[in-house]
């Protein structure tokens, strides 16, 4: 199941690795997010008492938008590089990177989206003669009406989290040489064996082709999470079974998955600390100690290669015929933290 992947109705699954996914919101920047009603009288203050149908129309193809979170009218003009009489240009405050690059400061964007608009052509214009190379802009999530002035200016999207989204603007003539977003998934599996040579087994809620399939517990790992830390986290989340850490493991790495992302699985071979079964039935829908030749012999995984190559190193992990890669703390002189690296000591 491992070699295989397939998205049916929210569900993503990679062989043993089956989790349910919000379909992921595509992002849309139009013209939909500016109103254009009525006239604006010269004797009118542009902010006075205006509702949603009786926003400004400022010009012949301008709109004014209402910002829900900072409040206030901010007027959005197609002919950005024409700013008005007495419009003072403001500054962009940023700082260089290590790498000839500037990271814009998303904490002191000018509010207004003209005033934006004006300060950003300056600083490029002044990055451009400095021979800066890499600009990063933040915008955070309450300033959203931003995006569609920097993207105008050829700024590109880089990546999204919740409360902002990452733009980026490349200035040499040569190919970009920014990091691109993150091109991986982290997912973890926990393949639990008892002294009776019992696997824990566990069937999820999902309409695919693995929904009757016998398998280990799955997940993603967390921000911040141990490989280890995550396996055990996931086992115990879905089967209430508690574990030993047990430092061996090791890894499948597939390409074009979930949003075309690349995807590493790391599963862990791990000892039950306690043996009572209570699963988690918003993703389980049964859970069992089952033995092991049942579990390998199920016709599912005398299909499939990879699936039973894991289930055989983790076998020979727990039968100690073979190391895996284990879990070793050491300092980088690099940044000066600890980290974990992961190999196989059998030698020495």
């Known amino acids: 199941m491992l070699s295989m ?19 992921m919101p595509e992002i849309s920047l139009t013209s939909r997010g500016f109103l254009k009603v009525g006239t604006l009288d010269s004797k009118t203050p542009a902010t006075a008492g205006l509702n949603s149908s009786a926003l400004p129309y400022v010009g012949d193809y301008g709109y004014a938008s209402r910002n829900m979170n900072r409040g206030g009218i901010h007027v959005v003009s197609p ?14 405050e940023a700082f260089d990177d ?18 934006f608009a004006s300060a950003l052509r300056a600083a490029l214009s002044k990055w451009k003669l400095k021979g800066r190379k890499g600009i990063w802009l933040k915008i955070l999530s309450e300033q959203v009406d931003l995006v569609p002035i920097a993207i105008k200016e050829g700024f590109q999207y880089h990546h999204a989290e919740p409360g902002y989204v990452m733009l980026t603007y490349w200035i040499p003539d040569y190919p970009c040489m920014l990091p691109t977003s993150p091109s991986h998934q982290i997912g973890v599996g926990g393949f639990v064996i008892n002294d ?15 929904s009757n399939v016998w398998k280990m517990p799955t997940g993603y790992i967390n921000k911040s999470e141990d490989i280890f830390c995550g396996a055990m986290r996931e086992v ?9 850490t047990c430092h061996k493991n090791n890894c499948r790495h597939a390409h074009m998955l979930a949003f075309d992302k690349s995807d590493i699985l790391f599963v862990c071979m791990l000892r039950p600390l306690s043996y009572e079964i209570a699963i988690d039935e918003k993703e389980i829908q049964a859970a069992m100690w089952m033995p092991l030749d049942e579990f390998v012999g199920q016709p599912f995984y005398e299909e499939d290669h990879l699936s039973r190559k894991v289930i055989g190193a983790c076998v020979a992990a727990y039968e100690d015929r073979y190391s895996g890669f284990t879990a070793h703390e050491l300092t980088s002189k690099l940044d000066g933290q600890s980290s974990l690296l992961y190999y196989d000591c059998s030698s020495g």
């Open 5 to 23: 992947t397939a998205t049916i109705n929210g569900w993503q699954c990679s062989g043993f690795h089956c989790k349910q996914h919000a379909r």
């Open 236 to 244: 115990k989340e879905e089967t209430g079974v508690s574990q030993d």
């Open 98 to 115: 290590e790498y000839d690059g500037v990271i814009i400061d998303p904490n002191k964007l000018p509010s207004s989206a003209n005033a």
């Open 79 to 92: 002919d950005l590089s024409s700013p008005s009489p007495g419009f003072a240009v403001g500054f962009l």
């Open 196 to 210: 009776k040579k019992e696997v824990l087994a566990v069937k999820e809620k999902c309409p695919c082709s693995c």
